[in-house]
């Protein structure tokens, strides 16, 4: 099975930019759909991006849009999300996702096999 590590996370100002790292290790990375969530103060945890196996296909929850980007390499068996023009609400923890052998985001609904521990986004205003 895989483990994913996240990395990058920190404290920024209004408008500034972040890009956080997940390595996976332990299994084929390119059988593995990934992706983001995040989990604010007393609220639940919510979807950021996805990206598919292949890398040819991107999703973005509405919120990060056009600010967000998801990528991944499989020489380093990373995914990235690189977060522009960040604001307060952006403020959470942040979770690497995966799911073996399928993409992550289908249809609407979201399909989680493993996590990493979460790294702290913290935005100034």
């Known amino acids: 099975q895989v483990q994913l590590a996240e990395s990058g996370g920190g404290l920024v100002q209004a408008g500034g930019s972040l890009t956080l790292s997940c390595a996976a290790s332990g299994d084929t990375f390119s059988t593995y759909g990934m992706g983001w969530f995040r989990q604010a103060p007393g609220k639940e945890r919510e979807f950021v991006a996805a990206?598919?196996?292949?890398?040819?296909?991107?999703y973005y929850a509405d919120s990060v849009k056009g600010r967000f980007t998801i990528s991944r390499g499989s020489a380093k068996n990373t995914v990235w999300l690189q977060m522009n023009s960040l604001k307060p609400e952006d403020t959470a923890v942040y979770y690497c996702a995966a799911n073996r052998g399928a993409d992550l985001a289908y249809n609407g609904r979201y399909y989680v096999g493993y996590w990493g521990q979460g790294t702290q986004v913290t935005v100034s205003s």
């Open positions: 990206i598919s196996r292949s890398g040819g296909t991107t």
